[in-house]
């Protein structure tokens, strides 16, 4: 087994000491042009640095600079990127004999900016001065640049490349044409962020890993420090573009391939790259850190597409993107990150329907102009229902404290951002201190700037193996999300597992319908133990399956009879029926393949982990082992039978008994949960529409009733002028003369 340098080793500070000055030392480019890389021209320019008040620039620590470029010159404002840069970067390599070594690479503070160009509205700019002069992409006027430091130059120049501002190519993604067709099939109204509620936009955090692959070691000749740099201009340009999401980039991670790739990559597909390299994540490089979503460069170009990606952010199975690198160009390779990582957050390819800031060449379709309407709609969507990972603030870095940086920072009662921002919020002043009245402006226990009531369920409880949380009345936050202890009972003597109850039959009726059961044995015997993409115990990599051992073959893939009629399926869905003559069954189930995860097509029929494979026994990563890998040590009496044990082993005690044991009176929940509150009696929906339908009637009748007097004495009055009149001419009448 190979060894790993943690911080504890002695022989670890020399090479600490040697990339300290490797990366402190200025990296330079030589003038190399090659249209095929997407550098249409170049120009060589001296930027001059302009200076400020020194009262300005110490609170605002912006810097500008005048460029010239096609003959014209332009005022470049900057201003410090705060995205997160992790305190102690995380830097794995390797030694020529294979062996793993961390280093935290030393980096200013201070050297990460964005910014615009004076007179040019659309104009962007993401540079990095972290190793000396100024690297990165300019946006100038509809036109892109990639400017870096000339190499051995006395005199800060640089070299300015004019980039293609084509579309990308049709070919960037590994999605297939009929699943782009499926996509204009299913086309939904579009919307604008704006039509989203506030609650959808609090700041959100992406914590990531990057890999470089070995041919783009050797392509850099070999240089740590160029690799270095390289990953930090494209997390700054991964962070320009999730900032329209209210998120933003935390680099915790690099990983360089300084002895070689890791696994085999001659091959023809970029998506064999990625099958493999999301194994490679979950076997080797998640016991060493965990993160919310890694990405590969591989220095290769292949046939299929620039870039894959597999799974969803947040998940650590089997999850994670490639692109390639491979060339001098970082905007493209940039550019297909963010559109592999917008797959991540379930975003799809846009359609004809689909547009941003009046375009329609958008990221994730054959654009670089930013994120579609369509894509808001998905990804806000996506983070209501998941993507938790995303709410958790990362250790916070080399971040220049400030008021006005969208962070929660000591001495700040909150902080709404930029001065537009902060004009829309109701509950946050610009200098970060709550408006008056208010107590707080975000959080699930917060509304119209107030602390929810104690007791108002600010998490539903999802399911049976899931446990409700509540405001405490004195805080904006809600508390943890808790669920059952794994190994409690439930349904089906089933287990609940990891927020779930874990069952067959459910799984069956949930895929097939309410009638449908589990299979006897005999069906999982017959489909696992053959290694197909309908039965197996794993995939190993693209059309490479594990065969299920017979002892395993209840936590292959699912098997289902009594199945009446074959449900709508999501497209692409592979179902397989199976005759057992002899037994008379016919089993159903369904296929799946490494090919389909970049669809986004989730796979249905593998059996979860926690489902029950026999007594006593549950599958965990397709192998049948004992329950008493759960350490499930809840008896009935530690919450004295009112009660059951969380997540975090503590009592969640049933209404009218109070935790921690369940042993006095109250409401109910734990430690954990919040306080629940006394429980007010819901009216069932049928007494509602029945209230409803009496209150209706009343109204009704009282509106004829009124109706009926307001005719009856309409009619009076046109009435009584007749009588009037009538009167009258008798009276007349009796005092003419008689004869």
Not at 47 to 52: I, V
Not at 357 to 370: L, N, Q, V, Y
Not at 607 to 628: A, E, F, K, L
């Amino acid at each position: 087994m190979k060894s790993v340098r943690t911080s504890l080793s002695q022989g670890r500070w020399l090479p600490v000491l040697v990339l300290e000055v490797l990366l402190v030392d200025s990296l330079g480019e030589d003038i190399i042009l090659h249209p095929e890389w997407g550098f249409d021209s170049y120009e060589i320019t001296i930027p001059k640095k302009l200076s400020f008040r020194v009262e300005e620039q110490s609170v605002t620590r912006h810097e500008s600079y005048l460029l010239k470029l096609k003959g014209k010159k332009h005022v470049l404002h900057l201003w410090p990127r705060r995205f997160l840069l992790s305190r102690h970067l995380r830097l794995f390599s390797f030694t020529e004999q294979g062996e793993l070594m961390e280093d935290n690479p030393y980096i200013p503070k201070v050297c990460n900016y964005m910014g615009s160009v004076e007179g040019s509205p659309e104009s962007e700019a993401t540079l990095s001065t972290c190793m000396g002069g100024l690297r990165g992409i300019l946006k100038i006027d509809d036109e892109l640049y990639q400017i870096e430091p000339l190499k051995d130059s006395s005199r800060f120049e640089h070299v300015v490349y004019l980039l293609n501002n084509e579309h990308i190519s049709n070919r960037t993604c590994g999605l297939t044409d009929d699943e782009v067709e499926r996509q204009i099939a299913q086309h939904e109204n579009v919307a604008r962020i704006r039509d989203f509620p506030g609650h959808y936009k609090h700041q959100k955090y992406l914590e990531l890993t990057m890999l470089f692959d070995h041919s783009r070691y050797l392509f850099v000749n070999s240089n740590v420090t160029q690799i270095v740099s390289d990953a930090i201009l494209l997390t700054g340009i991964l962070d320009t573009y999730v900032q329209e999401f209210s998120m933003r980039i935390n680099l915790q991670a690099l990983e360089i391939w300084t002895d070689e790739d890791k696994f085999i990559t001659e091959v023809p597909l970029l998506s064999q790259i990625a099958g493999s390299f999301v194994f490679y994540r979950h076997d080797n490089l998640n016991r060493r850190i965990r993160t919310d979503w890694a990405h590969l460069y591989v220095k290769r170009e292949y046939v299929d597409s620039f870039g894959w990606s597999y799974g969803g952010t947040c998940t650590q199975t089997y999850s994670g993107s490639v692109s390639s690198f491979p060339n001098l160009n970082i905007l493209g390779p940039g550019t297909w990150t963010v559109h592999e990582l917008g797959h991540s957050f379930k975003i799809q390819h846009d359609t004809e329907y689909c547009q941003c800031k009046g375009k329609t060449s958008c990221i994730m379709g054959t654009g670089r102009t930013g994120w579609s309407n369509c894509s808001f709609i998905t990804y806000f969507r996506a983070i209501n229902v998941g993507l938790s990972c995303l709410n958790n603030i990362p250790e916070i870095g080399f971040v220049l404290k400030s008021c006005g940086n969208s962070i929660v920072e000591e001495n700040e009662e909150c902080d709404c951002g930029s001065k537009g921002d902060c004009e829309k919020d109701k509950c946050c002043q610009p200098d970060c201190k709550l408006k008056p009245g208010a107590n707080c402006n975000i959080g699930l226990c917060c509304h119209d700037c107030q602390f929810r009531p104690s007791g108002y369920v600010c998490r539903q409880q999802e399911n049976e193996c899931d446990l409700a949380e509540y405001c405490n009345g004195t805080s904006n936050l809600c508390p943890d999300d808790t669920y059952k202890q794994d190994g409690t009972p439930c349904k089906y003597e089933a287990h609940c597992f990891g927020k779930g109850c874990r069952s067959r039959i459910m799984q069956c009726q949930r895929i097939f319908g309410s009638d449908a059961m589990d299979a006897p044995n005999q069906c999982y015997d017959a489909v696992n133990l053959i290694g197909d993409q309908y039965g197996n115990c794993g995939i190993r990599a693209v059309a490479v399956f594990t065969q299920c051992r017979k002892v395993n073959s209840l936590c292959g893939r699912l098997q289902c009879i009594n199945v009446k009629m074959v449900p709508d399926m999501p497209d692409h869905t592979l179902i397989i029926n199976t005759h057992l003559k002899k037994e008379n069954l016919m089993c159903w189930g369904t296929g799946y393949h490494l090919g389909m995860k970049p669809m986004g097509i989730p796979d249905l029929g593998v059996i979860n982990d926690g489902t029950p494979c026999g007594q006593n026994q549950i599958c965990i990563n397709r192998n049948c082992v004992n329950i008493s890998i759960l350490r499930y040590d809840c008896l009935p009496e530690k919450c004295n039978r009112r009660g059951v044990c969380n997540n975090k082993k503590n009592c969640h005690c049933m209404y009218g008994w109070a935790p921690p044991f369940c042993e006095e009176e109250g409401y109910g929940g734990s430690i954990d949960s919040g306080p629940p509150g006394p429980l007010i009696p819901e009216v069932p929906s049928s007494v509602q529409i029945v209230s409803i339908m009496i209150l209706r009637l009343i109204f009704l009748v009282i509106s004829v009733i009124v109706v009926f007097f307001m005719q009856k004495k309409l009619k009076e009055k046109e009435k009584s002028p007749n009588i009037l009149e009538d009167e009258k001419s008798q009276a007349k009448d009796d005092m003419k003369p008689k004869n």
